[in-house]
T-cell receptor
Framework: DVKVTQSSRYLVKRTGEKVFLECVQDMDHENMFWYRQDPGLGLRLIYFSYDVKMKEKGDIPEGYSVSREKKERFSLILESASTNQTSMYLC???????????FGPGTRLLVL | QKEVEQNSGPLSVPEGAIASLNCTYSDRGSQSFFWYRQYSGKSPELIMSIYSNGDKEDGRFTAQLNKASQYVSLLIRDSQPSDSATYLCAVYTGGFKTIFGAGTRLFVKA
């Protein structure tokens, strides 16, 4: 069974803190994605990775960075958390670009 | 800016009725089309994918694609209260980009 896991379901952080969100998939997928989801705005792509150590910026990369040192793991880093980064963060993976994406359970981040 | 548009709803239908969800997209070169269901507080999960014009049926679900008119729809027959969720339309436009609509909230009244 397809599985994407995320390190935390809920996080509360202070403004200015460095925040790490981790995502692991067990499907040997090449492609991994980080989205944020806000009411009325849908899913917005933050970063995409198509191979180990490879990454592409999505629509809203500002204030974020990513790391993919191993194929199964894709990390999202908020360098200095701000209140406007309070959101639901969703990780996804796919075997082929343009095919079905499998989502993790999401991390709801609150930045105070 | 490539876009995927959905009516935000809520769409309310009685149990047993047909629910019809619609989505339009702006990029004529779009290649693959997906419907995801998202329950409140949960992550999206795939219901159906469709790649060519026409209808594709899977159980109570039918996806319809019309590339000339740039719309894709999802029909849910014999709607159940458990179908109450937000339905996301997603369109693969090429490169690494799949664009998601903001979703339509569906309520099925028992």
């Amino acid at each position: 069974d397809v599985k994407v896991t995320q390190s935390s379901r809920y996080l509360v952080k202070r403004t200015g803190e460095k925040v790490f969100l981790e995502c692991v998939q067990d499907m040997d997928h090449e492609n991994m994605f980080w989205y944020r989801q806000d009411p009325g705005l849908g899913l917005r792509l933050i970063y995409f990775s198509y191979d180990v150590k490879m990454k592409e910026k999505g629509d809203i990369p500002e204030g974020y960075s990513v790391s993919r040192e191993k194929k199964e793991r894709f990390s999202l880093i908020l360098e200095s958390a701000s209140t406007n980064q309070t959101s639901m963060y969703l990780c996804a993976s796919s075997g082929t670009v343009g095919e079905t994406q499998y989502f993790g359970p999401g991390t709801r981040l609150l930045v105070l | 800016q490539k876009e995927v548009e959905q009516n935000s709803g809520p769409l309310s239908v009685p149990e047993g009725a047909i629910a019809s969800l619609n989505c339009t997209y702006s990029d004529r070169g779009s290649q693959s089309f997906f419907w995801y269901r998202q329950y409140s507080g949960k992550s999206p999960e795939l219901i159906m994918s469709i790649y060519s014009n026409g209808d594709k049926e899977d159980g109570r679900f039918t996806a319809q694609l019309n590339k000339a008119s740039q719309y894709v729809s999802l029909l849910i027959r014999d709607s159940q209260p458990s179908d109450s969720a937000t339905y996301l339309c997603a369109v693969y436009t090429g490169g690494f980009k799949t664009i998601f609509g903001a979703g339509t909230r569906l309520f099925v009244k028992a």
